[in-house]
């Protein structure tokens, strides 16, 4: 009788459990459908949301065992929306044969402080890119970069006199490069490309790191408020650029958001994530003190229309708290 008694009490906390997380993440998405990032305390849920969903591995197994109807249907909310999130990453993808020109590229945050250089050198070897996008240049990197790369990337626009900038490098001339307005430190560039006599505008860019946890509490409503505000303004200066151009382009970026972030809804509406389809798992790439696991997927090789990206993946460790990403693009052509 007490066995029974022990069971229907741990059923009932069970199913209490599982409607109250279940009533979290709705109450999380109508306020981020709502409201997107315009709070700070639901700019830094959204830009965390993976972990929302961390209950729910938790919760899985005892509410199958359960069989409690009440329970699982419950918990039929927070994993509908997971799937609709991110359910494309947990499927493995064989990479897409295609005979169309492809171009590889990375990005990458080199990490201004990275002493390691073998280990950079290697990383960015191992991608064997076309195109790299480099954030976080310092002149120790961008001069064992352009000494270890000089023959078989003959062509590279680096700013070694600006510590943590950014910078690109190519198989492919570089026919023109322009900086523009990009605040708060203008670690930004739009270079243009001769591909085999097709023009390719590539951006780099690293918008505003969060850091949040690197200050006080005292000053987290404050910081927040202003990052948020300068990666949108970033996002706004981006898209102002990226409308005036019709031939094919390519963002190689440490964004510093999510992509439950309201700057990569905005952005994902202009350009392609080029790891949304064809990358499996998190695609995690950003580490962070103190944690011996990547966290976050904020690093991003977007393109336009005229590219499909056959293969993504997370690159290799190059001493960074970064990782690369790696992505293979199909050139579709001008008529997309």
């Given at each position: ?26 109450i999380?998405?109508?306020l981020?459908h ?20 961390a ?9 199958i ?10 918990l ?13 990453l ?18 990458f ?5 990275n ?5 950079l050198?290697?990383a960015?070897?191992?991608?064997q ?22 023959e ?10 600006a ?21 708060p ?39 927040t408020?202003?990052r ?5 303004d ?23 958001f ?8 905005r ?5 392609n994530?080029?790891y949304?389809?064809p ?28 590219f ?11 001493g ?17």
């Open positions: 009788m007490n066995k029974i008694v022990n069971r229907e009490s741990s059923y009932q906390i069970l199913v209490i459990g599982v409607q109250i997380y279940s009533i979290f993440i709705i999380w998405l109508t981020r709502f409201f997107a990032d315009a709070f700070w305390p639901l700019a830094i849920l959204n830009t965390s949301a993976m972990y929302c969903f209950p729910l591995i938790l919760l899985l197994v005892p509410v065992f359960s069989r409690h109807k009440l329970a699982i249907g419950s039929l909310i927070p994993i509908i929306a997971f799937v609709s999130l991110w359910g494309t947990l499927i493995p993808v064989r990479p897409s044969a295609d005979s169309s020109p492809s171009l590889r590229t990375m990005t945050n080199v990490l201004n402080s002493t390691d250089m073998e280990k050198v290697r960015v070897a191992a991608g890119p076309d195109v790299v996008g480099f954030q976080e240049l310092g002149s120790r990197s961008a001069a064992a970069i352009r000494a270890y790369f000089a078989e990337y003959p062509y590279a626009t680096f700013d070694e006199a510590p943590g900038s950014v910078g690109l490098m190519s198989r492919f001339p570089i026919t023109a490069v322009h900086r523009f307005p990009f605040p430190k203008d670690l930004a560039l739009h270079a243009e490309i001769d591909w085999n006599g097709q023009p390719i505008h590539v951006f780099v860019a690293h918008l505003s790191s969060n850091n949040l946890f690197n200050h006080s509490l005292k000053t987290m409503p404050q910081l408020r202003e948020y505000a300068q990666r949108a970033q996002v706004t200066r981006l898209e102002d650029l990226l409308d005036a151009i019709s031939d094919p382009i390519i963002l190689l970026c440490d964004c510093n999510t992509d439950t972030s309201e700057a990569y809804g952005l994902d509406t202009r350009l994530d080029s949304k389809k990358g499996w798992g998190t695609g995690h790439t950003l580490y962070t003190r103190g944690i011996p696991f990547r966290v976050q997927r904020v690093d991003y090789v977007w393109h336009s229309d005229h499909i990206a056959l293969r993504s993946f997370v690159g290799q460790d190059g960074s708290d970064h990782r690369p990403v790696v992505s293979t693009l199909s050139f579709r052509g001008n008529d997309e």
